[in-house]
Structure formats: C-alpha cells, structure tokens
C-alpha cells in the first residue's frame, strides 16, 4: 500500500477536500499527511507492483474468484452510488458468521453510529483495457438503481 501514499497522502486528502467526505476511521492513521516518498524509493515500489500485478493477472485468469486487492491492481473499474448507510436500519446482526478471516476483520469492523449516514456503492471491475465495457454496465446499472426508486 506504500505506493498509495507515495505523495505524502496529499492526492487522498486534495480528493476528499474536493467531495467533502471525511476520511474514515480506519483509515486515518494510514493516510495521515506526511513528507512526500524518495522517487528511487516510488520507483522500485513501482516496478514490485507491476510484478505482483502481473502474477495476480495469471491468478485471476486461473479462478474466478473476488478478491479485495482488485482495488490495488490496475483493472478497469466504476463505482456508482446508491444509497447512505443508516444506522436504523443496517444494525450490526451478532448472529452473523464471518465467511473468512476478511470478512470478520470487515464485519468486526462496522459501527453504526460510526457510519451512519455514509455513501454506499456499488463497484463493478474488469480486466484491464475493458473500461468500455465497465462504463457500460455501470450506465446500465446506474439507471436501473435511478428508475427502482422514483
């Protein structure tokens, strides 16, 4: 994750200033402003991640399987928005059991109140090179979330 913050965090900060969202809990330790990363430092993290991204592209073809380092990885992606948590009705259900170990690091980590209010969406990935077919299938979806409400 190091490459993320390679600015210092500065881009992180600059794009939630723009859209007024607060960083979120978890995150703020992480993504603190700090002093910009060495460019032979971002360099050799660059070329680490092209590696790993070329392994993981190999992985992904092999499997059909989800996983949350897509975020990470340069594949094709949107996100469309679709509604705000609301802590009255996304209660935490302590009868759930976790499917993995990231998912009870994620559900262990849900508060309501902490959410509350919160953007939800929804993100569609591909391989790389297929933005078309993301902004195709998110303008689908994104139309279908619109007509589903009104």
């Not at 592209?57 to 705000?84: C, G, K, Q």
Request: net charge negative; proline share 6%; charged share 30%.
């Amino acid at each position: 994750l190091a490459f993320l913050k390679a600015d210092g965090a500065h881009d992180i900060h600059q794009q939630l200033d723009l859209s007024g969202e607060p960083l979120v809990p978890p995150l703020r330790g992480s993504f603190q402003l700090r002093d910009p990363m060495p460019l032979l430092e971002y360099q050799d993290l660059t070329i680490q991640g092209k590696t790993y991204n070329e392994a993981y592209y190999d992985y992904w073809n092999s499997t059909s399987s989800d996983d949350e380092s897509i975020n990470l990885m340069d594949y094709s992606a949107a996100v469309i928005p679709v509604t705000r948590a609301d802590k009255s009705v996304d209660r935490f259900d302590h009868q759930y059991q976790p499917l993995n170990e990231v998912d009870r690091k994620n559900w262990e980590a849900y508060d309501p109140e902490t959410y509350d209010g919160a953007p939800v969406g929804l993100q569609i990935v591909a391989r790389k090179w297929e933005e078309e077919k993301v902004w195709a299938i998110a303008k689908i979806l994104d139309t279908a979330l619109r007509n589903r409400s009104e």
